[in-house]
């Protein structure tokens, strides 16, 4: 169903009829006898689950698109002064969609319009339309929808994830201080990817782009080579570890590879990365045995060799874990267990070769279960952790000060409302939660790091806030833009 109102007081109604047919019901307070309708509008007969989008371009006009039989889009409208009322189903246009395809429609200004649909060949489309069209249907008496001005959408809606599992980010391609940020698309299989525009973090991102495909991606990391040229770890749901980094001599990616798993696993769960106490890169991961492993580089060379995996732990109930190198050298790893239990070890000492501490309590903020947790910077160089519960509530800690013996602050509830500057009142934070990555953006700012973090909910959606000193967290506000 669809309503729109083409004046004030006035509404329609579309809806799809169970025999395909669309039809319509309208109301205005001049109707003595209530609602007028309902009506067959023409003799298109499309999927009883079609989508109807509908819009008014302008006073007492009418559009309104829903995918045809053939799955082509089909457009019809109506004035008051088209002598033969609706002036007749027309093709948008040779694109093909899936019959039952949603369909979206808006007037950007007084008869104007802009129609958007996913095809099956994965872009997402849209037509527009001007006053500078006219059609012989019905009498130069409206937009010539047959005749509209068309195209992939904008291409840069192509590789835009359809369901963001999660979020990775690094450096952009050619090493250059602006962030790019990768995203699991689950729908498609895609690892994708876009990057900022310019070096300032005024600066917008570009298009999504894919990095290619993989069999059921599930978990992804990113991490910058000492050649400050990103790399990319992915663990699927067969549990294999794939990989793909810039290559050392280029600014072009490799192809994928596979990284071998711990003697004893079979799966990888869960995978993320960070640099030892020389600037080494180093990934973590969490096996099907229930244990946390690592493995560093041997050299500072970008494309070097990883030395063997290392078994941190011996508890068997492990599932999730973030690291990250602290301000004094050492790294630190936090864990969820398989009740949705925080725990966390570090190294002994600020060098590659440190021992690990055995794993110890990280106390819960919630009494619900954590379902994800990741770490970073504050401006000052301190410890943050972000954490989500499973009833979507989001928690912080940081450390007391950035040297590390001092302990932790408590943990705070962490509510930030969506963005939403037209609402007559504040909006609440995104729900259904389910990933967090938290990080800093890549560009040299002359000052403060700006911290962000993103956010993935159950619906496939990503959502991103920045910290600054003065102002705290941001509204969180879409990645789609």
Not at 95 to 105: D, Q, R, T, V, W
Not at 355 to 360: D, H, K
């Amino acid at each position: 169903m669809s309503v729109v109102s083409r004046g004030a007081d006035k509404l329609d109604v579309f809806v799809t009829g169970s025999d395909g047919g669309i039809y319509t019901a309208a109301w205005e307070p001049g109707f003595t006898d209530g609602w007028h309708g309902w009506s067959r509008i023409g003799d298109l007969a499309a999927d009883p689950e079609s989508y109807i989008a509908a819009v008014s371009r302008g006073t007492d006009k009418l559009d309104i698109f829903v995918v045809g039989p053939d799955g082509k889009v089909q457009a019809n409208g109506w004035e008051p002064k088209f002598p033969c009322g609706w002036k007749g189903w027309q093709n948008v246009l040779d694109a093909s969609f899936k019959p039952g395809s949603c369909l979206g429609a808006i007037s950007r200004s007084s008869d104007w319009l802009d129609v958007f649909a996913a095809s099956v060949d994965s872009n997402v489309y849209t037509a527009a339309w001007n006053p500078a069209f006219t059609c012989e249907a019905c009498g130069d008496q409206g937009p010539a929808l047959d005749h509209l001005n068309a195209g992939p959408s904008a291409k840069r809606f192509q590789y835009a994830p359809r369901f963001a599992k999660n979020v990775a980010i690094a450096r952009h391609v050619d090493g250059s201080a602006r962030t790019e940020v990768f995203v699991i698309d689950s729908d498609n299989d895609l690892v994708v990817t876009r990057s900022r525009n310019g070096n300032s973090v005024a600066d917008g991102f570009s298009a999504f782009s894919s990095l290619g495909s993989i069999t059921s991606p599930r978990q992804i990391a990113a991490f910058i080579q000492t050649n400050a040229k990103p790399q990319v770890v992915v663990t699927s749901e067969a549990g294999k570890l794939y990989t793909r980094a810039v290559s050392k001599s280029s600014d072009s990616w490799n192809g994928w590879t596979t990284i071998d798993l711990p003697a004893g696993v079979t799966e990888a769960l869960d995978v993320d990365a960070a640099y030892d106490s020389e600037g080494n890169n180093q990934i973590f991961v969490v096996g099907d045995d229930g244990n946390l492993y690592t493995r560093g580089r041997i050299n500072k060379e970008p494309d070097s060799a990883w030395k063997g995996w290392e078994k941190l732990t011996a508890s068997g109930s492990i599932r999730k874990v973030t690291a990250l190198r602290r301000a004094d050298g050492t790294e630190q790893a936090f864990l969820i267990d398989s009740a949705g239990g925080l725990a966390t070890l570090w190294q002994m000492e600020a060098k590659p070769s440190s021992s690990w501490t055995a794993p110890g309590n990280f106390e819960n903020p919630s009494k619900s279960a954590i379902i994800d947790i990741d770490a970073a910077w504050t401006e000052d160089e301190q410890t943050w952790i972000f954490a989500v519960d499973e009833k979507g509530a989001l928690w912080v800690r940081a450390m007391v000060s950035k040297d590390s013996s001092q302990g932790w602050g408590d943990w705070q509830p962490w509510a930030t409302n969506l963005y939403a500057p037209s609402a007559k009142s504040l909006q609440p934070q995104p729900e259904g939660i389910v990933s967090l990555t938290a990080s800093r953006w890549q560009e040299e700012t002359g000052g403060d790091i700006v911290p962000v973090v993103f956010a993935t909910d159950n619906k496939g959606n990503i959502y991103y806030t920045t910290h600054d000193r003065s102002g705290g967290w941001s509204a969180w506000r879409s990645f789609y833009h």
